[in-house]
């Protein structure tokens, strides 16, 4: 394990104990009972969102059982630019609503040239006129469906950024993978009969359609299992014109917390509510009820409608209760919430899957390092992080919230693990220089401990920078909670300020 000197700040905080001995045994995350949670977001009969229920309206169900409601959060923020911080700080402050568009270029033709669009699809076009007008705050991801998915721009505010991006994304369908087909190569261009020429033209397309279908279904889990990592809800916009997805791939959206909102990108000259009657949109409102999402279309204002998909939700609410352990394998449990308070309508996802306790794993330390790959910094432990560079140094400087370090009493002190993993990555994207791991024996006394959740826990650490590091990113987890917070630091931003 590559070693960077490093220091404990102990002045404020007493007896701290720093371990970061190669022969110390490996920390081990605590599986067991899980804390299931499900985002829940409440309307009026005119579909305005309800924002004061109570934890005592509430109730929740595990396959048909009533649930203790644990966890109860209210979120009724409204996308804001981020709090100004000191130069050269950095923080993992959490963020409500993040939304993804997800772009289907398998089955779906974004060239499209619509009413307006100079040689843009027509569903580009509305989605880079809504993105001109996105609030400051607003975290947006762009994802693509082609043979292999494919990540346009990661979660960012950057509204410059989004517009070129999505401007620069390829707009047509895949063409077909005719080299996959199982023909006659000699088939292909030569003169046929007219009846065997369509017959096996039909058979390539035939196969070529299930190529296409195996790989939405890889990829919508690809999505599942990247989202997963994101706490809270998330809004998958998927635009495209149709919408298969496997039950396993749905039920993996469900358990990542992703509510999907389909958006219908076929202009209709039919009316909504003619719309409605229709069987296929009967089918795209149910996809999207059973994650707790909305279906739109026969719609011309695709820019509104992907407004109102990012917006959904901003009013809502988590609940969490403790799953009984079944001491089975993983297994579907169907999810029922209720309100006691009239004309409410409560959207969530109806399921979740309760997989078995985990064993311990053979490398912690590699499941802490792999945590750093998620798609947004995680805020279960609210870090703070000061960097001031010196020469091929950095000197980095972090509070930490002591509340959720969650230490427990033990003769006189309050004591505890901290997992520290710190690692620089290159433009693109690989390890740059190795990665530091170092435990931190905690054994506080009261009066600082006391400090503590006053003031945060403040760690001090000094690292060596590596030859084309461009970014530098911390975690510190809790083994015995399994709470993790990390923290992104791009090295440019260091030098701009």
Sequence with gaps: MHKIKSAIAIACFGAVTAAAQQDRPAPTFRAGTELVQVSVVAVDKQGKPVADLRRDEFQIFDNGAPQEVKLFLSETSKPSPPEPLAPNTFTNSSHS????LL??????????????????????????????????????????????????????????????????????????????????????????DAVARAREIGECGRVDALQRTRSMDEELQQV?????????????????????????????LKNAGVAIYPVDVHASMTTVEECDKSDGYKALRALAATTGGRAFYCRGDLDVAIREAMEDGRAGYTLGFYQSGDGGGATVHQL?????????????????????PRAASADPVADLVRALNQPVDSSAIPVKATVTPGGDRLNVQAT????????????????????????????????????????????LRQGTYDAALRDGFAYHTELKVPDKAVELKLLFANPASGKIGTVTIPLSEIAAR
């Design 97 to 100: 609503g993040y939304s993804v």
């Design 224 to 252: 599942a299992d990247h989202l997963a990592g994101i706490p809270g809800r998330k809004n998958l916009i998927w635009l495209a014109g149709q919408f298969p997805v496997s039950p396993a791939a749905l039920q993996k």
């Design 400 to 443: 930490l919230d002591a509340e959720n370090l969650d230490l427990s009493p033990e003769q006189n002190l309050w004591t505890g693990k901290l997992e520290v993993v710190a690692r620089f990555t290159t433009a693109d994207g690989i390890v740059a220089g190795g990665v530091f791991h170092q435990t931190v024996t905690l054994n």
């Design 103 to 192: 772009f289907d270029n398998l089955a779906t033709e974004f060239a499209y040239r619509g009413s307006g669009a100079s040689g843009e699809g027509w569903a580009r076009q509305k989605a880079l006129q809504m993105m001109r007008t996105i609030p400051a705050g607003d975290k947006i991801a762009i994802y693509a469906l082609w043979r292999k998915l494919q990540i346009i721009r990661e979660f960012t505010s950057d509204r410059d950024s989004l517009i070129r991006q999505l401007t620069a994304m390829g707009g047509s369908v895949d063409t077909p993978d005719w080299n996959h087909c199982a023909l006659d190569p000699d088939l292909k261009g030569a003169a046929q």
């Design 336 to 356: 029922g919430v209720r309100v006691s308070r009239a004309g409410v309508t409560l959207r969530y996802r109806n399921s979740y899957q309760a997989e078995p």
